[in-house]
């Protein structure tokens, strides 16, 4: 028994039937196509109809159904951050606290990447005039993105402790505000870049709390209580790290980041003002022909270090050497090994004996990210993340990109 039946006129010899069974047997809807002039019998009727001679004029062609058009994607369906961490919360992967954390750090970056792009509009370009606690001179925009972090960490409620590239010491979260999570960040790498409007970008970590730090943090008389308590809180290896992420700021506004499960990268889309997924598990290549390298301290380098450099420049039996590509925002240079592969280095040399990275907050994080992509971060001789920091602003030599690539320098070193 025919179910349903829809008769739609194609044309004056023509006819189409949709049924949503088979004449002979249940299958799929199907889109029947047969002669006006072609007598077809129809199915329990008593009534005969003479059958063209040459055969039964009826063609039929099975239809999706609406289960399986349910199961194609839409071309307006977008995943929002916000949207994916709900997900990953409801999956139990995280909890409500880390993603208001993650929200409040997002937030931060969309007001830091108007910043940027209205920086010589704004008269944010330039020096502010005042050094930081690592002797650096501050650009205004420096100053303005660490006040716009810490603002959002402080309102999300969520956070009990903060450290900045920019503060002499954490930052206890005023007790009325104050949260569980401990996040680190560096609220404008490659700031030195600003005034050329090159790639910027900013870089997080969040750790748990940790009462057993083994940080010798001494008997410094300019400490009280909780600044002491503060600086034990935050130091712990970048193993202890729950979430960890970067925001860079170029032609797009990249976000990337990981929860422990794989990376994924999302942008901003100016339409919506949210960042959408647009990359999901990503994996670092095993292998890369991009060194990125500032060769202008060459001179300053060890020979090991040297030698390695200098093999990396010979064409070979392939006769084509690596590729040099150094932007000088480790933002930047990193998001561009993730995706292309290779190694990205900031050596130790004879001015800067353990380089110029920062162990907490930039070398901990971003190898995280790298190792959740498949790669690896080592500061040329032990994997970053199993360093435990000393000091708030310890500085690393840093080695991250492509496990083949990471692993050859550190022969080189060895």
């Not at 704004?122 to 660490?146: F, P, W």
């Not at 280095?345 to 070398?363: I, V």
């Amino acid at each position: 028994m025919v179910a349903q039946a829809a008769a739609i006129t194609t044309s004056s010899s023509h006819l189409l039937f949709l049924t949503s069974c088979s004449l002979s047997r249940p299958s799929p809807s199907q889109l029947c196509v047969f002669d006006s002039k072609t007598l077809v019998p129809y199915p329990n009727s008593t009534s005969s109809y003479k059958k063209k001679r040459g055969g039964d004029g009826l063609k039929c062609m099975a239809v999706s159904t609406a289960s399986e058009a349910k199961t194609k994607k839409s071309t307006f369906e977008i995943q929002t951050l916000t949207g994916w961490l709900l997900k990953q919360e409801q999956a139990g992967v995280i909890d409500a606290e880390l993603t208001i954390v993650i929200s409040s750090i997002s937030m931060a970056c969309k007001q830091i990447a108007s910043l940027v792009q209205r920086a010589s509009i704004s008269n944010l370009t330039g020096v502010q005039g005042a050094v930081n606690i690592q002797g650096e001179d501050q650009k205004k925009l420096d100053v303005v993105s660490n006040e716009v972090f810490s603002s959002c960490l402080r309102s999300s409620g969520r956070t009990g402790i903060i450290a900045s590239e920019e503060e002499d010491v954490p930052v206890a979260v005023e007790e009325s505000y104050s949260g569980n999570y401990i996040v680190v960040f560096d609220p404008l790498d490659g700031s030195s870049n600003i005034d050329a409007a090159v790639s910027t970008g900013s870089i997080f970590g969040i750790y748990s709390p940790n009462d057993e730090c083994l940080a010798d943090i001494g008997d410094d008389s300019t400490l009280d209580q909780t600044e002491q308590r503060c600086i034990v809180n935050v130091c712990q290896p970048g193993n202890n790290l729950l979430v960890a992420g970067y925001c860079m700021y170029s032609s797009s506004v990249i976000f990337v980041l990981t929860i422990g499960k794989g990376v994924f990268s999302f942008s901003l889309d100016p339409m919506y003002g949210e960042f959408v997924l647009t990359q999901e598990n990503i994996q670092i290549p095993k292998a890369g022909k991009i060194y990125s390298f500032n060769e202008g301290n060459y001179q300053l380098w060890d020979d090991k270090l040297k030698k390695y450099i200098d093999d990396l420049k010979d064409p070979g039996p392939s006769g084509k050497p690596y590729s040099a590509r150094y932007i000088g925002s480790l933002v930047g240079d990193f998001h561009r090994t993730l995706l292309y592969g290779g190694i990205y280095g900031y050596p130790r040399d004879k001015k800067s004996k353990n380089g110029k990275l920062r162990l907490l907050y930039e070398c901990a994080p971003m190898s995280f990210i790298v190792e959740q992509a498949g790669g690896k971060g080592s500061d040329g001789h032990q994997r970053v993340l199993d360093i435990t920091p000393n000091e708030i602003h310890q500085r690393v030599p840093l080695y991250i990109g492509s496990v083949e690539e990471v692993e050859k320098l550190e022969k080189y070193l060895a």
